[in-house]
C-alpha cells in the first residue's frame, strides 16, 4: 500500500464572507503528479498556499510528507519545493546570489555544487553569474524551478507553471516536471486551468469547482469515460454536474 | 545562527546592488566631508570678525573661538548625520523591509524551513554592518580632513573622541533604520512607508524640542544649542518629552565628546540614543508584521 | 483645455480618495496650532518673568522700569510657517509622485496616451488638479493659523491680519506648486519608481533643510549661543559696522542661501507676517521694496519648474509597462 505524500480532510478557508475552500478532502499517494484543475477563484492557489504553509486554513487539516501543515509547519518547509505562478527574484543579483540565499534559507551549508548541479537539471548553465533582471520569463521559470529543487524537496509544488510561457517554454517545462518526477521521485502537485497540460503532465486529477472538489479520479479513468479527443475537456464541464 | 548570517550577508548584498539609495549615500558622504569645511571657514572669518571688533575698541570680552579644539570643525558633522544621515538609515531600512514585497520573494521566503525572527534579526545586522562600514568612512574622512586642517596628525584622544562619536552616530542610525524597517513593514505603499519615519523624524527632531524648549523647528539644526526655555509649562514639558528628544541627546553627547559646548548630561543623552536604537531594533524584531505580500505601488 | 481641465478633474477625483490629503491637512493644521499654543506660552513667560523684574525693580525703590515684551499677534505663526516650508515641500513632492507613479503602476498611462493629444497635456492636466487641491489646502490653513492666532494667541484679527496671512498662503501655495512640478517632472523621467522617490526625498533634503543649514551655520552670530555680538557686548549699528568688512563672505553666504526656494518663500512669508524685525509694523510697499527680489526668485524657480514638467511629458512614454 502506498503512503499519501498529502492528505487533506475537510479544509475549508474564508476570506471573510467568502467561502474560497468548502470541505475539501484529498490524498495524493506519492510519486503521483496530480493535478488540480479549476476555473478562476476555485480555490486551486488556496489550496496551493495552505498546503505550503503560506496560509492558515480557517478549518480542516491536512499534512504534507506526513507533517502537518498547522502543527509542524517548519518539517513541511523541509520537505517541499515551491514554484510560484509568476516567480520573481531579486533583479539585482545574479542567478548564483539569489540561489545560494535561497539554498541557504533551506539548511544548505554549502551549496555552491548543488547549485550547479540543479542549473544543469533544468539546462540552465552559462547564466550563473548573469543578473535575474534581465532573463525573459521562460529563463527566470527554469531559475525558479532550481530554487524549488534545490535542497531535493519529496514534494513539490507548481502553481499554473506553464503560465505565460511560448510553446518552447511550455514543452520544455513539461519536460523537466516529467524528469523530476521520473528521475527522483518527487511528488508532484500542480495547479493549472490547461486541460492540454493536464493530459500531457499528470498522473491522477481532480477538478475544483467553486472551492468544492467535484471530481478526483486517476487521468485515465477521467479520460476514459469520454472516449473522444475532447476527453478531458468533457470530463471537465461534466464533473460538478454528474457523479464523479 | 546560519539563518541570521544567510539573511545578513543577503541584505549587504542586496543593499549595495540597489542603487536608487545611491544619492542619499553620496549626499551624506558628502555633506559629512564638506562640513569640517564649513566649520573651517566659518571659524577663521568668526576670528577675523573678532579681531576687528578688537581693532575698533568695541570689546575687552575674551574671543570665545581661543583654544577652540580641532575637533570644533566637526560640529557641523552632528547636523549632518541627524538630518541626512537619519533619513539615509531609515531610507536603507525602509528599503530593506519592502525588499520581498517589491521583488515578490515572500513567497519563496515563506516557504522555507527559517524562523521569521531569526531572518529580520540576519536583515537587521546586514543593515547594522552596512551602516557601520558607512560610518567608518565618515569617521575616516572627518579625521583626514581635520588633520590636514590643522597641519598634524589628531592626537590619540581626539583620534578617540571622533570614534566615541562614531559610535553614538551609528546608534542614532541603526534606531532609524529599525523604524524604517517597521515603517516598511506595516505600510502598503512604498511612498507612505517612507513618509512615515521622515513625520517620525520630524517630530522627534522639531516637535518635541519645539515643545519642551520653545525652540523654533528650524533653529534647531543649528549645531549651537539654543538656550533652554525652563519657566511655566515648558519646564514641566521639558522633564517629560525629554527622553523622546532622540536628537537632542544626540546633538548633547557627541557637543561632549567632540569638546564643544553642551547643555545636559552627555552620559544620560548618551545611554538615552543607545536605548532608543535598542527599542527600534527590538521592534523591528519582534513585531511581526503580515503584509508580506502585494505591490508596494500607488 | 478641455482635456487638460478633464485630467485636473479626474486627478481630483483620485485625490479625492486618497488618504495622504487628509494626513497632509492634519498634519500641517496641527503644527500650526502646536507652534501657535508654544509661542503664546512662550510669551506669557517672558512676560511673567518680565512682571517679576517690574516688582523686583519697584522693591528696589528704582524710578527706572524696563520696556515690556512686545507682541505682534502674528509672529506666533513663526513655528508654523517654518513646518510648512519643510513638510508641506516634502508633502507636495509625495502627492506629485503619487500622481504620477499611479499611472505607471495601474498601468493606465496607455489608455491616457491613446485620448490625450500630448503627454504634455497629461502632466500639465494633472499639475493643474494638484494646484486646485493646494488651493484647498492653503487657504484651509490661513484660516486654521488666523482662528489659532485669534482663539490661542487672543489677539483681535482684522483686515490687516487676514490680508497679510492670506498673502502668506498664496506664497506657499506657489511654493508647493514649485514642489508639485518637480515631484511629476521627476517621477515622468525616472524609469524606476523607487529611484524617482528616493531622487525627491534627496532633493528635498538638499533645498529645504541643508543649503539654509549651511547659510545658517556659516552666519557669524549664530557661532556662540546667545548670539556672537551679544556676547562681545556690541550694539546693532556696530555690528552691521563690522560686517560691512566682510561683505564677500556674506555675500557668499546670503547667494546660497536664496539659492534655495525654501529660504526666499521664509524670508517673504517672515517679513509679511512681521517676523523679521525689520518688517514688524511696516506697510506692504515697504515690505515689497525689501523682498520683491525674493519673489521674483521664487517666481523664475517655479516657471522653470513648471516648464520642466511640461517638457517631461514629451518623455510620458517612460512610464509605460515594458
Known amino acids: 500500500m502506498t503512503t499519501a505524500a498529502i492528505s487533506i480532510r475537510s479544509l475549508t478557508h474564508r476570506y471573510g464572507p467568502t467561502t474560497a475552500l468548502d470541505g475539501l478532502t484529498l490524498h495524493i499517494p506519492e510519486g503521483e503528479i496530480f493535478g488540480l484543475l479549476g476555473h478562476n477563484g476555485a480555490g486551486k492557489t488556496t489550496t496551493v498556499s495552505i498546503l505550503t504553509t503560506l496560509l492558515k486554513a480557517t478549518s480542516g487539516t491536512a499534512s504534507v510528507a506526513g507533517h502537518d501543515v498547522r502543527e509542524a509547519s517548519h518539517q513541511v518547509r523541509r520537505s517541499i519545493g515551491y514554484l510560484p505562478e509568476n516567480v520573481s527574484f531579486y533583479d539585482d543579483l545574479t542567478t548564483m546570489e539569489n540561489l545560494t540565499f535561497f539554498a541557504r534559507l533551506s539548511g544548505l551549508r554549502r551549496p555552491e555544487a548543488r547549485i550547479g548541479e540543479v542549473l544543469e537539471f533544468v539546462g540552465f548553465t552559462g547564466h550563473d553569474r548573469e543578473r535575474v533582471g534581465t532573463f525573459s520569463k521562460g529563463m527566470r521559470q527554469r531559475v525558479g524551478l532550481a530554487q524549488a529543487l534545490i535542497h531535493q524537496p519529496a514534494v513539490l509544488f507548481l502553481d499554473e507553471p506553464t503560465s505565460g510561457l511560448d510553446p518552447e517554454g511550455v514543452k520544455a517545462l513539461r519536460e523537466l516536471i516529467l524528469r523530476v518526477n521520473a528521475d527522483w521521485g518527487t511528488t508532484i502537485f500542480m495547479n493549472t486551468h490547461l486541460l492540454s497540460e493536464v493530459t500531457k503532465t499528470c498522473t491522477s486529477i481532480g477538478i475544483l469547482r467553486s472551492g468544492r472538489l467535484v471530481h478526483h479520479g486517476t487521468l485515465a479513468d477521467t479520460v476514459g469515460a469520454f472516449p473522444t479527443d475532447d476527453a478531458l475537456e468533457r470530463a471537465y464541464f461534466a464533473a460538478g454536474t454528474t457523479t464523479s | ?298 | 483645455m478641455n482635456e487638460t481641465l478633464t485630467l485636473a478633474r479626474k486627478e481630483l477625483l483620485d485625490l479625492r480618495h486618497d488618504r495622504i490629503v487628509w494626513i497632509v491637512l492634519g498634519t500641517l493644521g496641527v503644527a500650526v496650532v502646536l507652534s501657535v499654543i508654544v509661542a503664546s506660552l512662550d510669551y506669557r513667560a517672558q512676560l511673567a518673568d518680565y512682571e517679576a523684574y517690574v516688582a523686583q525693580v519697584t522693591a528696589s525703590g528704582s524710578g527706572v522700569t524696563p520696556a515690556a515684551p512686545q507682541l505682534f499677534p502674528l509672529t506666533l505663526l513663526r513655528g508654523g510657517m517654518e513646518y510648512v516650508e519643510v513638510l508641506a515641500a516634502l508633502f507636495a513632492l509625495m502627492i506629485g509622485y503619487g500622481a504620477i507613479a499611479k499611472e505607471r503602476s495601474r498601468g493606465t498611462v496607455d489608455l491616457l496616451l491613446t485620448r490625450a493629444r500630448s503627454g504634455t497635456s497629461i502632466v500639465m492636466g494633472k499639475l493643474a488638479g494638484l494646484a486646485v487641491l493646494w488651493a484647498a489646502i492653503m487657504a484651509a490653513i490661513v484660516v486654521i493659523a488666523l482662528a489659532s492666532v485669534a482663539m490661542i494667541g487672543g489677539a483681535t484679527i482684522g483686515l490687516h491680519e487676514v490680508a497679510r496671512v492670506a498673502l502668506a498662503g498664496v506664497a506657499g501655495w506657489v511654493y508647493v506648486l514649485f514642489w508639485s512640478a518637480v515631484a511629476v517632472a521627476v517621477t515622468t523621467l525616472t524609469r524606476n519608481s523607487t529611484g524617482a522617490l528616493l531622487t525627491l526625498l534627496v532633493a528635498w533634503l538638499v533645498v529645504v533643510l541643508v543649503i539654509p543649514q549651511i547659510g545658517d551655520t556659516m552666519d557669524p552670530d549664530n557661532q556662540v549661543p546667545g548670539g556672537l555680538f551679544k556676547a562681545l557686548a556690541i550694539a546693532k549699528t556696530d555690528e552691521h559696522a563690522v560686517l560691512d568688512h566682510f561683505t564677500a563672505y556674506e555675500s557668499a553666504r546670503n547667494g546660497l542661501e536664496v539659492s534655495s526656494i525654501s529660504k526666499l518663500y521664509e524670508r517673504f512669508t517672515f517679513a509679511t507676517l512681521g517676523i523679521k524685525d525689520t518688517y514688524n509694523g511696516q506697510s506692504l510697499a515697504f515690505i515689497w521694496d525689501g523682498t520683491f527680489r525674493y519673489v521674483y526668485g521664487a517666481l523664475a524657480f517655479t516657471a522653470a519648474a513648471l516648464t520642466l514638467a511640461a517638457a517631461s511629458g514629451r518623455r510620458i512614454h517612460t512610464l509605460r509597462r515594458s
Request: proline fraction near 5%; glycine fraction near 8%; aromatic fraction near 6%.
Open chain 2, 1 to 298: 545562527m546560519s539563518t541570521i548570517l544567510t539573511a545578513a550577508r543577503h541584505e549587504l548584498l542586496a543593499s549595495v546592488r540597489a542603487k536608487a539609495p545611491y544619492a542619499l549615500v553620496a549626499a551624506f558622504l558628502g555633506m559629512v566631508a564638506a562640513s569640517t569645511f564649513i566649520g573651517w571657514r566659518t571659524s577663521v572669518t568668526v576670528t577675523s570678525i573678532y579681531d576687528q571688533v578688537l581693532a575698533d575698541g568695541l570689546t575687552t570680552q575674551p574671543n570665545p573661538f581661543t583654544d577652540v579644539s580641532p575637533l570644533y570643525y566637526v560640529r557641523n558633522t552632528v547636523i549632518y548625520v541627524l538630518l541626512i544621515g537619519s533619513l539615509m538609515a531609515a531610507t536603507l531600512g525602509v528599503q530593506s523591509a519592502l525588499r520581498d514585497r517589491k521583488a515578490e520573494t515572500a513567497a519563496l521566503i515563506g516557504t522555507r524551513p527559517v524562523d521569521g525572527r531569526a531572518l529580520r534579526a540576519g536583515r537587521l545586522l546586514g543593515l547594522g554592518l552596512l551602516l557601520a562600514a558607512l560610518v567608518g568612512i565618515t569617521q575616516i574622512i572627518t579625521w583626514i580632513s581635520v588633520s590636514a586642517l590643522v597641519g598634524g596628525p589628531l592626537s590619540a584622544s581626539e583620534t578617540l573622541a571622533i570614534a566615541g562619536f562614531g559610535v553614538i552616530t551609528w546608534l542614532l542610525l541603526i534606531g532609524f533604520a529599525g523604524i524604517g524597517v517597521l515603517s516598511g513593514r506595516l505600510l502598503r505603499r512604498e511612498r507612505t512607508a517612507l513618509l512615515a519615519p521622515v513625520v517620525a523624524w520630524a517630530v522627534i527632531a522639531f516637535v518635541i524640542p519645539q515643545l519642551g524648549t520653545a525652540a523654533r523647528p528650524v533653529s534647531l539644526l543649528n549645531p549651537v544649542p539654543l538656550p533652554a526655555q525652563d519657566s511655566g509649562a515648558f519646564s514641566w514639558l521639558s522633564q517629560v518629552l525629554s527622553p523622546l528628544a532622540i536628537t537632542e541627546h544626540f546633538k548633547t553627547a557627541s557637543a561632549a565628546l567632540l569638546e564643544s559646548s553642551s547643555t545636559g548630561s552627555p552620559l544620560a543623552s548618551a545611554l538615552i540614543v543607545a536605548l532608543f536604537a535598542c527599542l527600534a531594533l527590538a521592534a523591528a524584531v519582534l513585531i511581526r508584521a503580515d503584509r508580506t505580500t502585494g505591490g508596494t505601488h500607488e
